[in-house]
């Protein structure tokens, strides 16, 4: 009898395409695929911890781990590259390491800034999507309140926040703890830092309760923190924000102006699929594409929807969702391989934490609400629970949050 080994060919290492490989190198035995896994960078970071790093209460090393301590190089074969293209119909994916054939395809290549084409917003804003844009924040941040010292000039303490989703709102939270150390080392008045957040919804965080967001906005105000709510940013500048407030332009002014209202799937996703919006494909239930049962979209470039017909919406992209779509994107091959049906993907919704800072939060675990302390101790344990079931107990106990 011959005898083919089928090429799975993942792409993308973050929560969704990393769990994918650890689930497959169990279930899949050598003789059955070759597998390849192939990631811009040699290793793999926590994106729901950057902005720890942004705000300077985390090194950028602490939140990364080498992709080599999961991979198990007798199944997989690791390849560091960045995709350049994928084409669909001839099975191919182009890299800067070559071109790689597939039979199966997993696209997990993950989430990027979207600007939304708002002037000037690319150019004058930071970001936090990445290490080295989580370090830039950071280092922009300190780099102004160093000049003031000779400056004296108020704008290099102020900071402008735009968004106030999860990204802007845990980014808040860690700064009200470390810029009072940062003025205390350079000898600033911490009265004199002015800390702004711009959102263009009348309220923030709409999946909690009114109780709880209220929590997180106290909390953040008693620290200093200035909401504007229902204001538009519409353009970034060299001065900082222009905002709409009552239909009229206002220049908000700041040397440090961080973007946090928006992200997209990647942007390789639109050169490749059709039906591409902001990066996301719609998915089956099955998480294959419309089309083309070898060829799966997960993590942040899918869009799974909850529900069917015109109610159906999209659930949000996080890294629990993430992972629980490898999972069952690996469990899908493995039917698939054995000439079986593949099983719709169901979601286990466990809850969501937003922390505030290193020692409080607000969330919704287990259908119950939490605040505070208890919060912050879950948000530790989410995040622990995630390295844990990519990467094992081992990886667990050295990168987890409670060492
Ligand atoms: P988001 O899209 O959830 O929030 C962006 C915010 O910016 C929104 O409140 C939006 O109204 C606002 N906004 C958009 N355009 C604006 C403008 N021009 N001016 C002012 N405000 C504007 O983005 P995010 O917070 O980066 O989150 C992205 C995804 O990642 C979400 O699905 C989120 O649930 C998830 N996430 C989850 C966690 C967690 O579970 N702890 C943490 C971070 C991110």
Redesign the pocket.
């Given at each position: 009898m011959s005898y083919e080994r089928k090429k799975i060919l993942v792409l993308g290492a973050g929560y969704a395409g990393l769990s994918t490989v650890a689930k497959l190198q169990k279930v899949i035995g050598v003789q059955e695929a070759d597998i390849t896994l192939i990631n811009k960078n040699e290793y793999h970071y926590e994106s729901?911890w950057l902005h720890e790093t942004a705000a300077g209460s985390m090194n950028w090393e602490e939140g990364v781990y080498p992709i080599a301590k999961v991979v198990d190089n007798m199944k997989v074969r690791f390849i560091p590259a960045e995709v350049t293209k994928i084409d669909r119909d001839a099975k191919v994916v182009e890299t800067t390491q070559g071109e790689f054939e597939f039979d199966t395809l997993v696209v997990s290549l993950g989430f990027e800034s979207e600007s939304?084409g708002?002037k000037g917003m690319d150019e004058f804003a930071t970001s936090i999507v990445s290490p080295e844009t989580a370090v830039h924040t950071r280092e922009v941040i300190e780099k102004n309140f160093i000049n003031y010292k000779s400056s004296k000039d108020p704008k290099d303490l102020s900071i402008l926040v735009?968004?106030?989703?999860?990204?802007?709102v845990?980014f808040l939270g860690e700064l009200v703890e470390t810029l009072p150390e940062l003025c205390k080392v350079h000898g600033i008045d911490y009265s004199m830092v002015k800390i702004t957040c711009?959102?263009?919804?009348p309220s923030?965080l709409p999946m909690f309760s009114d109780e709880l967001t209220q929590h997180a906005v106290d909390f953040l105000e008693s620290r200093g923190v200035e909401f504007m709510l229902g204001n538009?940013?519409v353009a970034a500048n060299e001065n900082g924000f222009v905002v709409k407030i009552n239909d009229e332009e206002q220049q908000l002014e700041a040397s440090s102006v961080i973007w946090?209202?928006?992200?997209r799937g990647s942007r390789l996703m639109e050169e490749s699929f059709e039906g591409v919006k902001r990066g996301r494909i719609v998915v089956k239930d099955d998480l294959t594409i419309d089309g083309y049962p070898n060829i799966f979209a997960i993590g942040d470039v899918a869009a799974v929807m909850n529900g069917t017909g015109e109610n159906a919406r999209p659930y949000?992209?996080?890294a629990q969702i993430a992972m629980q779509l490898g999972e069952h994107t690996a469990k899908n091959i493995k039917l698939s391989l054995n000439g079986e049906k593949m099983e719709p993907f169901v979601y286990d919704d466990k809850g969501?934490?937003?922390?505030l800072g290193n020692g409080d939060g607000i969330g919704v675990v287990m259908g119950k609400e939490i605040k505070g302390k208890s919060a912050a101790f879950m948000k530790k344990v989410i995040d622990t629970r995630a390295v844990v079931k990519i990467g094992g107990l081992v990886l667990g106990a050295t990168k987890g949050k409670f060492l």
């Open positions: 729901t939304f708002i735009g968004g106030a989703g999860f990204t802007g845990e711009v959102e263009a919804m923030m538009p940013i946090t209202a928006g992200v949000p992209t996080t969501t934490v937003c922390s």
